[in-house]
């Protein structure tokens, strides 16, 4: 929400299915998926949430909810846990490790760059963060990131996986497809607005003549009468 007022845009909070029939465009941010999964459950947003991305409007998944988009998650806790889908892609969970292994990089972002202006790099912020370790024909990769080498390649990772899929030694972090944006990392947590502007040309360019407004789904306080409107630090 901080960042879009920064680019002088407007989200809305959505808590309920029936909301998402008044938005023309949908960011459902980072967090924790699993959490998030369960709450998206209570409150019966799945089916809405389906329902919007197959009608084409777009909808940008960051960190937790890139792994909400993706048609599946590895890594995931026992039993799994239910996704959006629709984003062609696999997406490990908590591929970069714990929270204590969250990190800070600058990524080549050749495709944004060329669109929105400004350096060929982003800062990733990357917070437990998810990588995309396959794409479907339909997806275009934005950025991509080196499997740091102190990473072991644990069964965590789907041994079959490993060796020739990976042989580049890069996972993916950040793709589109079609209505469909996905980052790995919080742009959010930067002064840089590229990828919200990025996502507000996405929107703009499909939302003809429908409301303009941006949403965010999940994460954060789900008491209505305590929401408050306090910017996040951003780092610079
Ligand atoms: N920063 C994040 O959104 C972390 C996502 C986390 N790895 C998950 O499983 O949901």
Redesign the pocket.
């Known amino acids: 929400m901080a960042a879009l007022r920064r680019l002088g845009v407007k989200g809305v909070e959505i808590r309920k299915p029936e909301q998402l029939d008044s938005v023309a465009s949908l960011i459902i941010p ?5 959490t998030m999964a369960k709450l998206a459950e209570y409150h019966n947003l799945f089916p809405a949430l389906r329902e919007f991305v197959k009608m084409g409007k777009p909808v940008w998944g960051t ?2 909810g890139l ?1 909400f988009l993706a048609n599946k998650a590895t890594g995931q806790k026992t039993g799994g846990q239910e996704l959006v889908g629709g984003l062609d892609c696999t997406v490990h ?2 591929f970069f490790g714990s929270q204590v292994q969250s990190f800070e990089a600058e990524l080549p972002v050749p495709d944004l760059a060329s669109k929105e202006g400004g350096p060929e790099t982003f800062r990733g912020v990357f ?4 990588a995309i370790l396959e794409v479907g024909p339909e997806v275009q990769v934005l950025a991509d990131y080196p499997i740091p080498s102190n990473k072991v390649l644990d069964s965590n990772f789907g041994a079959d996986a490993l060796e020739e899929k990976w042989s580049e030694k890069k996972v993916i972090v950040a793709v589109k497809q079609g209505n469909l944006l996905g980052t790995a990392f ?1 742009p959010e947590l930067t002064a840089d607005t590229r990828w919200h502007s990025y996502f507000l040309k996405m929107a703009s360019d499909v939302a003809q003549g429908a409301s303009s407004s941006i949403v965010a789904v999940g994460g954060g306080d789900f008491s209505l009468n305590r929401r408050q409107i306090n910017d996040l630090p951003v780092f610079q």
């Not at 980072?30 to 699993?34: D, Q």
């Not at 917070?127 to 998810?130: E, T, V």
């Open positions: 980072g967090g924790e998926s699993t960190c937790a792994i969970r908590n917070i437990r963060a998810p919080h």
